[in-house]
């Protein structure tokens, strides 16, 4: 899916596929084993801006109060740490 989803981007003009690449490397930036302090706080500021591109684009009536919680998260990992799930099996 990591591979498909640029070449579908890539078909949209740039001021829409670049956020949304931008987003999706912040996940998975997000989602690594080691996570290192500054990069986290650098992931902090570019939330910002990638949320402010995405806004210009789309219309108000996309975003809701669950979109914004994306500037928390890179804080709430460094202020938490990595936490690790259990495997749940059935």
Same mark, same amino acid.
């Given at each position: 899916?990591?591979?498909?989803?640029?070449?579908?981007?890539?078909?949209? !003009?740039? &001021?829409?596929?670049?956020?949304?690449?931008?987003?999706?490397?912040?996940?998975? &930036?997000?989602?690594? &084993?080691?996570?290192?302090?500054?990069?986290?706080?650098?992931?902090?500021? /570019?939330?910002?801006?990638?949320?402010? /591109?995405?806004?210009?684009?789309?219309?108000?009536?996309?975003? &809701?109060?669950?979109?914004?919680?994306?500037?928390?998260?890179?804080?709430?990992?460094?202020?938490?740490? !990595?936490?690790?799930?259990?495997?749940?099996?059935?």
């Amino acid at each position: 899916m990591k591979a498909v989803l640029p070449i579908a981007f890539s078909a949209f !003009p740039a &001021n829409v596929w670049e956020p949304l690449s931008s987003l999706g490397e912040f996940f998975e &930036n997000l989602c690594v &084993n080691v996570l290192c302090e500054d990069h986290l706080m650098g992931m902090h500021c /570019n939330i910002v801006l990638i949320l402010c /591109n995405l806004e210009t684009t789309f219309l108000s009536g996309f975003w &809701n109060v669950v979109e914004h919680l994306l500037v928390r998260l890179a804080q709430e990992v460094h202020l938490g740490g !990595p936490t690790l799930m259990p495997k749940r099996t059935l």
